[in-house]
């Protein structure tokens, strides 16, 4: 079963189902539609969802629309987005970096 991890202050948000979908950039666990997930709650790498992908889009970050926003929490404009990502990645990323869209539903909540 593949992982995704999430931020502490995202798992309430997953938990309540208003978040829906991540956004993952670099992906290196080839994520597709139908794969079981355990979600995991950073930094105590504590699992506390099982979720299922129900769609998976890949496209550029400066494509992204509003199907693939619902149910992402917000990221600000996209300056703000592109240096968050860079923080977070810790490599450059810019409008034309490839970003996959995965949207997912629980299964059970742990």
Not at 34 to 50: H, M, N, T, V, W
Not at 62 to 85: F, V
Request: glycine share 2%; hydrophobic share 35%.
């Amino acid at each position: 079963m593949k992982t995704l991890k999430f931020s502490s202050e995202l798992v309430p948000l997953i938990q309540n189902s208003s978040k829906t979908t991540t956004w993952r950039l670099f992906d290196d666990k080839d994520i597709q539609v139908g794969d079981s997930l355990i979600l995991i709650k950073r930094p105590e790498l504590q699992p506390f969802a099982l979720a299922r992908v129900t769609k998976v889009t890949i496209k550029l970050l400066k494509d992204l629309n509003d199907d693939d926003k619902e149910g992402h929490e917000d990221t600000g404009t996209p300056d703000s987005m592109y240096k968050k990502y860079s923080e977070y990645y810790k490599q450059q990323v810019t409008p034309d970096t490839e970003v996959k869209v995965i949207k997912f539903k629980i299964d059970r909540l742990l």
